[in-house]
Structure formats: structure tokens, C-alpha cells
């Protein structure tokens, strides 16, 4: 499964971005997607996650403030960050596990967008 994502960029603290993410492929089935983030000098951290039946988990330093959705028919996810602050910067993953037919399950990483918050 091949994941692209994109809108990421520069807000002001305070600000909206959204972020999308696009699964291509064949012969799989995704069960969670979800996005990612790691800043200069630190670990990856989950950011927010969402079943195919919807169910959602969220970091608590971004609870309130983002909102993940999915079109499973189309195999999107997005982020929609609301009241950015400088603390939310960092690259953005977009992920997937899923069910490759006939093989088993399996994870995939998006590239990576840039998300820059100036105070």
C-alpha cells in the first residue's frame, strides 16, 4: 500500500491546516489509519488514529483541537488541526494497517509533510 499525504505547510499560532492522505494499491484491506508526527530531536508520536468503523483515539495534546476522518470507500484520511500552536510542529506520517490477500498484515508510512506553526 502506497500512502501519499499532503497539505501540510506554515500557519500562525492559532490557525487551521488540513492534512490528507491517499492510499493506492492492490489487493488489501485497511483496518486503522492514522497520523504520526516527530519534531527535531524527538521520537515519533501518535497523533490520532481511526478504525474503519470510525472509532478514533486522539493524543492528549491534541484533543479538542484536531479532528481525524476517513472515506473508506475512496481510502483517505485527513486531519483537520485547528488552534495550531508552535508546539504542534513537526513532520506529519500518515499510516496504515492493513491486510495484504493472500499474504497477511502489514504496515505503510507516508513520506512525510511539513508542518510549521509561528508564534
Known amino acids: 500500500v502506497q500512502l501519499v499525504e499532503s497539505g501540510g505547510g506554515l500557519a500562525q499560532a492559532g490557525g487551521s491546516l488540513r492534512l490528507s492522505c491517499a492510499a493506492s494499491?492492490?489487493?488489501?484491506?485497511?483496518?486503522?489509519m492514522g497520523w504520526f508526527r516527530q519534531a527535531p530531536g524527538k521520537q515519533r508520536e501518535l497523533v490520532a488514529t481511526?478504525?474503519?468503523?470510525?472509532?478514533?483515539n486522539y493524543a492528549d495534546s491534541v484533543k479538542g483541537r484536531f479532528t481525524i476522518s476517513r472515506d473508506n470507500a475512496k481510502n483517505t484520511v485527513s486531519l483537520q488541526m485547528n488552534s495550531l500552536n508552535p508546539e504542534d510542529t513537526a513532520v506529519y506520517y500518515c499510516n496504515a494497517d492493513y491486510y495484504y490477500i493472500g499474504i497477511g498484515d502489514s504496515r505503510s508510512w507516508g513520506q512525510g509533510t511539513q508542518v510549521t506553526v509561528s508564534s
Open positions: 481511526i478504525t474503519s468503523g470510525g472509532d478514533t
Open positions: 494499491g492492490s489487493f488489501y484491506i485497511i483496518n486503522t
